[in-house]
């Protein structure tokens, strides 16, 4: 069974990091998760966590949703391609992605306020989402409200996973701009001091 496959009750809520990229190995600027060539360069060794999905996944028809579409948004205003830019050519290129509140849909971090019974259920979902990866040496929190959130449960995932890595690193979307002020190398040099 391929990560895909096992992966696959996540579908509709995580994604991999991924995007398409044209013959030279650049982004063609195309958002969208490219399901065809993704297993080729997915895995399981790295879990990038962002707190929550800022708007609602759209349903492709009634009662369904795009496998795989977080992180994947072809609106703009979502940054999800400036992320890909980040990660191309870096170890975090293929890494899961999820975000820890995926029921918590809101485009402001400030508004996302989860109860501490509600980060302890995240923080289980995750490592259960790493147990079936396998192999997960290094969780990345985007931002700092996802990075406290996960350090804070760090002995409890180290008991379930191991030593597994934290870390953090800015968050990509354009209200960090203060941070990363919209820079794609600025950004890559960000993450890369944190991932290697």
């Known amino acids: 069974m391929n990560l895909l496959e096992r992966m696959a009750a996540y579908s509709h809520e995580a994604s991999w990091a991924v995007w398409e990229i044209d013959e030279t190995g650049a982004l063609t600027g195309n958002a969208t998760f490219p399901l065809d060539v993704a297993p080729a360069h997915i895995h399981g060794r790295a879990m990038i966590v962002s707190l929550n999905p800022a708007t609602s996944i759209a349903p492709v028809e009634v009662g369904a949703v795009e496998d795989w579409s977080n992180f994947h948004s072809t609106n703009r205003k979502h940054n999800d391609l400036f992320l890909a830019g980040a990660l191309l050519d870096s170890p975090l290129w293929g890494a899961y992605m999820t975000d820890l509140h995926p029921e918590i849909v809101d485009s402001k971090s400030g508004n996302v306020r989860p109860k501490r019974d509600q980060v302890e259920s995240a923080v289980r979902s995750l490592v259960e989402q790493a147990k ?65």
Do not use: C, N
């Not at 953090?168 to 979307?173: E, G, L, M, N």
């Open 132 to 196: 079936l990866l396998g192999g997960v040496e290094l969780i990345v929190g985007v931002g700092a409200k996802s990075f406290t959130s996960i350090v804070r449960h760090r002995d409890h995932i180290r008991r379930e996973l191991g030593e597994v890595e934290i870390v953090r690193i800015p968050h990509y979307s354009r209200a960090a701009a203060g941070v990363h002020k919209h820079d794609l190398a600025l950004y890559r040099t960000l993450i890369r001091a944190q991932v290697g």
